[in-house]
C-alpha cells in the first residue's frame, strides 16, 4: 500500500470514529433528499406512463418501461398550454425588464446623487417594504378593472412591476463602487447617464443578474394577482393554467397528462436552477424571502 | 508537566493536488522540560499549528507518541488531557459576559469533578485577578480591548489549572504597544502559575524576548531548539541564522581557501576545512569600522535610530539584500576613504555555513 | 446648479416614484377608505355610509371564522416544526463535507418550482380516489394502517397534508439561511470549546444557538408572516373553492371576497386584510420583544 493511501486510510479512520453520529447524518439527508426529490420523479414518471398503464396500475409502479410521449402531445393539443407558455414569457420578460430599469434608475438616484428630500424618499421606500401585498392588492384590483385593463397584458404587468427589495439591494451594491470613481468619470465630462450604463452597472453584474433571476422565478410562478385579473383563458399564465388543468382539464382524471403539463411548465425555472443554482441560492440568503 | 513528543509525524493529503502529501510535522523527537515558557517559532505555514493542535489532541499524528510526564495521551481526545488553549482570536463566547466565559470550562466538569457553584465562583475569581481582569467581569468580549479579551481568554484556558498551556500567536491581533506589555504579562504569569507552557508565533524577536527555550521550525522540520540567546548566537544552519536577528543578519558568497574564509579578496576569517565555496553570515553587530580592517564595503550612508547607528554600505557579493547592515557605537569614527570603508570583525559573529546542506562550519 | 441637481436626482426616481405610489402608496390609504365604506357597490362606486359594519359583518362570517382557524392552526403548527427540522438538517449539512455542495442543491429545489404545479403532484399522492388508494395510503397500508382521503375526507388529514406541503415549501429558505449562519459559526469556538471538554449538547446550547440566534429570529418572524398569508398551496392541494373545502385562508377569503359575482365586495375584502395585518402586526410585535431578551446580535 502506498504511503498516501494509509495517510488517506487514518484520516478516514479519524472522521470514522464517530460512525455512528456519521450514519445517522446521512440517513437525515438522504431521507429529506426522497421526500424533496420523489414528487419530481413521481410527476415525470407518471407523465411517461400512457393513460391506460396508468389507470390498470392499483399498486401504481415505481418505474415503467413503456416510455410514451402522448401525454406531452395531449397537453399541447387538449389545452392551450403552449399559449400559457408564451404568456408567461412575455409577462416575465416585459415585467422583468420594466423592473430592472425602474430599479436600476432609483437605485443609481440613491446612491450617487444628492438632492433634497433624498433621504426621507428612502426612508419612506424602505418602510413601504413593510406593507404585505394583501393590503394593496385590493385597491389594484379595483385600479386596475376601473382603467378596463381586465385580461390584458398591462393589467397583468404594471403591479407587477415594483420591487422595493431590489431598489434597496442594488443600491447597497452601487455604494460599494468607491465615489473615486465618479469623480474622476466626472472630472473626465462623462455624463451620469453613461458612467450608469458604462461603469456601474458592469461592475455590479452580479447583483444585476441575481436580481434578475430572482424576478423571472417570481414571475414565472406567479399566481394571485394573475388568478384575479383574468377570467379570459387567452391570458392565462402558468400557474392559472395548471389551476384550470386540475379543475377541468382533460376530463378530470387524466393524470398522466396533467402530470405531463406540470413536467412542462416545471422545466424551464428547473434548468435554470441547474445553471445558476450558487447564484440563486447567494441572492436569496442575501435577503430573498419566499413569496 | 514535562512533554515528550516521540518521532511525531503529521502528514495530510494536499488540498490542492489529491495525490500529493503535505508534510506539516517530520519526526519530532523532543522533550519539553516542564515548566519552562516555550517559544515555538517559524514563518508561516511551517506547521507550527499543527505542532501545538496535535499537542492538544486536535488533530491525530499519523505516526509517533506524545507524553505528558510518563503517561501516553497520543490517542486521548483534547477534553482528557488537561491542557489550556488559547487561540489566535481569542474565540471568547461573544454572548457570554467575561465572567460567564472563565466559568464555562468549570461547568463542564461532571460528576465527581464538578464543584460548588461557590468553588467555581472563587476559582474564576482567582484566574480573573491572576490575568488582572478582575474588574471587568460583568462586561461583554466586545467591551474589552484586544489586550484585554487576550487575558480573559488566557485566564479562560487557566481556570482548569492545565497541566500545559498552549497559546497560539498569541500576540499577533494586538498592536505594537500593547505587544510589549501583554508579552510581559505572559511571561510573569507563566512564572506565577508554573504552568509548561508553547506559544507559537512567527516574530523572533517575541519569542527570542521572552521564552526560556525556543523551538525553531521551518516546514514541518525543527531546526533547532535551545535558549535564545544559544541559538542566537550559535545557528546550526543558514535558515536559523537568518531567521533571528533583527536587523537580519547580511550573507555574502564567500570561498574557503587554504583553511581561509574569503569574501571576494578580502579575508573575514578561519576555517580548519578543505577548500570549498560557502556562505557567510555576518551579524550587524560584529562590525566594527577600523582603517586597517580586512573587510571593505562601498559606503553609502549613516542612518542614526535613538541609540543605534547603522552604517549602510555595499558589497557585491553580499547576496542577503542590496545593502550591507553594520550596527555600530554612535561614538564610532568612521574612516572614508574614496569611498571604500574598512571593518574589522568579531569573529564570534561571523558565521559560515556550507554551500552544500546549509549547515554550519565550525572552526 | 443646486436647481438643476435637484431635479435630475427626481428625474431618476420618478418612474419608480410612479410605480409605487399608484400600487403600493395609493393602495395603502384606500383600503381603510374601502374597509370604513358601508354598503359599497362596486358596479356603482356608490356607498351607504360610514362605519364598522364592514368589519362586523366579516367577524361573524361563518367562513371568516373557518379561515381564521384554519389560518391559525396552520401557523402553530408549521412553523416551529418547519424551523426545528431546518435547523437539524442544517447542522446534518454542516457536519459534513463531501456531498454537501450536492444535498444543499437538491434540498433547495423546491424554492424553484411553481407552488400550484408541485402542489397537484402532493394531491395525487395523497389522494384517494376509486381505483387508487394513491401512493401515501399504499405505504400506510403497508404498515396495517387504513387509508385515508387526504384531500376530501376529514379535517385533520387534509390539515396534515397542508401542513406538510407547507413545510416542504419553505424548508429550502429556512435550511439555506441556517447553513450559512452555522457555517459562519468561527471554528475556534468549536476547538476551544472541545479543549475543555464540552460536551456536544452543551456546544449546542451554549455556543451554536446563541451564535445563530439571529438568523434564527429571522427566520421565526418570517415564517410567521409567510405563514399567516398562506394561499396558493392551499389552492394547489384542494382547489380554488377552499369554503366548500372547509380549508380557506384569511388570504383565501380575501381574494374570495374579490373575485366573486361583479367585482366582489372590497369593502369586506379591505376588513378582512386589516383584520390579517393587524393580526400579523401583533404577533410580530410580540416576537420582537421576546427577541430583545433571547437573541443575541454581535
Known sequence: MSEIEQIRQLERKSKMRNAVWTTAVFVLLILWAIIVLFPFYWMLLTSLKSYGSYNSEYVPKFYTLSLTIENYIKAFTAVPLARYFSNTIIFTLITTGLMMLVVVLSAFAFSRLEFKGKNLVFTLF???????????????????????LRNSFAGLILPSVTSIFYIYLLKENFEQIPEELYKAAKVDGTSDFKYLWKVMIPICRPTIVTVLILKVIECWNAYVWPRLITDDENYFLVSNGIQTIRESGFGRENIPAMMAAVVVISVPLIIIFLIFHKKIMEGVSRGGTKG | ?????????????????????????????????????????GPSGCG?????????????????????????????????????????????????????????????????????????????????????????????????????????AIARALVKTPGVLLLDEPLS????????????????????????????????????????????????????????????????????????????????????????????????????????????GIRPEAFIPDEKGPFRCVFDRVETTGRDTSIVCHNEHCVSDEDVRAIVAADEKLNNKDGIIRFSLKPYKVHVFSKKDETVIHE | MNNKNNLKGWLYLLPAMIFIGIFMVYPLFDVFVYSFEEGYNFASQTYQGIGLYNYSYVLHDPYFLQAIKNTFILVIITVPLSTTVALLISLALNSIKKLKDLFQTIFFLPYVTNTLAVGLVFMILFKKTAYSEGLVNLLLNSFGIASIDFIEGPYWAKMFVLCFYTIWIVLPFKILILTSALASVNKDYYNVARVDGTSRWRIFYKITLPMISPSLFYLVITGFIGAFKAYSDVVALFGIDLNAAGMNTIVGYVYDMLYGNSGGYPSFASAAALILFAIVLTITVINLLVSRKNVHYQ
Request: hydrophobic share 40%.
Open chain 2, 173 to 280: 491581533n494586538l498592536d505594537a504597544r500593547l505587544r510589549l506589555q501583554t508579552r510581559e504579562q505572559i511571561r510573569r504569569i507563566q512564572k506565577e502559575t508554573g504552568i509548561t507552557t508553547i506559544f507559537v508565533t512567527h516574530d523572533q524577536e517575541e519569542a527570542m524576548s521572552i521564552s526560556d527555550l525556543i523551538i525553531v521550525m521551518k516546514a514541518g522540520i525543527l531546526q533547532q531548539m535551545g535558549q535564545p540567546q544559544e541559538v542566537y548566537n550559535d545557528p546550526v544552519n543558514l535558515f536559523v541564522a537568518q531567521f533571528l536577528g533583527n536587523p537580519a543578519i547580511n550573507v555574502f558568497d564567500g570561498s574557503v581557501r587554504d583553511h581561509k574564509v574569503y569574501i571576494g579578496e578580502d579575508c573575514v576569517g578561519e576555517r580548519n576545512v578543505e577548500d570549498q565555496e560557502v556562505s557567510v
Open chain 2, 1 to 41: 508537566m514535562k512533554i515528550v513528543l516521540e518521532h511525531l509525524t503529521k502528514k495530510f493529503i494536499s488540498r490542492h493536488n489529491k495525490n500529493e502529501i503535505v508534510t506539516a510535522v517530520n519526526d519530532f523527537d523532543f522533550e519539553i522540560p516542564d515548566g519552562k515558557l516555550i517559544g515555538l517559532l
Open chain 2, 48 to 152: 507550527k499549528s499543527t505542532t501545538l493542535n496535535l499537542i492538544c489532541g486536535l488533530e491525530t499524528p499519523t505516526s509517533g507518541k506524545i507524553y505528558f510526564g510518563d503517561l501516553d495521551v497520543t490517542n486521548l481526545p483534547p477534553e482528557n488531557r488537561g491542557v489550556g488553549m488559547v487561540f489566535q482570536n481569542y474565540a471568547l463566547y461573544p454572548h457570554l459576559s467575561v465572567r460567564a466565559n472563565i466559568l464555562f470550562p468549570l461547568e463542564n466538569l461532571k460528576g465527581a469533578d464538578r464543584l460548588s457553584k461557590e468553588a467555581m465562583e472563587e476559582k474564576a475569581m482567582e484566574a480573573a485577578k491572576l490575568v488582572q481582569i478582575d474588574e471587568l467581569m460583568e462586561r461583554k468580549p466586545n467591551e474589552l480591548s484586544g489586550g484585554q479579551q487576550q487575558r480573559v
Open chain 1, 126 to 148: 424602505l418602510s413601504l417594504m413593510m406593507i404585505p401585498n394583501e393590503l394593496v392588492v385590493i385597491t389594484n384590483f379595483v385600479t386596475i378593472t376601473n382603467a378596463g
